[in-house]
Each structure stands twice: as structure tokens, then as C-alpha cells.
């Protein structure tokens, strides 16, 4: 018996900034994943990491991360995708800093 699959979103990390990126419906990179494109089909969600992917001038280690519906898009279900949208934890400033 098959799982369901679960909400993803196709997350990478920028080339330049090293930052963790989100693709959005209009295929741009956001680093805010409320941005993001919920994927809620299997098929689809394998098309877009394959779009992600066909894009190593922008983004790097592409993959599908559970996600879910929240009320202002997009939120991250584990830990680990939750401490990728604080931004780099090597700074004592910056995005460490505002949140």
C-alpha cells in the first residue's frame, strides 16, 4: 500500500548568497517561504524539483521539503526546515538579528 504523499515545497540554496531559497508559483526564488509554491500532487512536485534542478546558475541541492498550508502560505513542518527560514545561524547580525 502506497503513502499519501504530503504538501512540499521545492526549496534549494541560492548559488551566490548561499541563502535558502523557495520556488514560487511564477517560477521565481524567493527567500521568504511563505512565497512558495504548495505542491500538493506527487507528479507535479516532481516536475517543479526537476524545473529547480535544470537551474544550477541560481540555486544549488534542490529537493521537495514537507511543508504545510498556514495562514499566510507556506510553513515549514520540521525542525530542519524550520531553521533554514531564520537564515544563517554564523551571524550574530542580519537575518539572525530582525527575527
Known sequence: MSRQFTPK?????????????WLTE??????DIREAELIEDE??????LLQAQSQPDVAVGAYLADAAKGATGPEPVHFREAFRTRGP???????QEIR
Not at 545561524?89 to 537575518?95: C, I, W
Open 43 to 48: 507528479a507535479h512536485a516532481q516536475l517543479r
Open 26 to 31: 511564477d517560477d521565481r526564488w524567493s527567500r
Open 9 to 21: 515545497v521545492v526549496t534549494a540554496n541560492a548559488l551566490l548568497e548561499g541563502d535558502a531559497i
Open 89 to 95: 545561524s554564523n551571524y550574530p547580525h542580519g537575518k
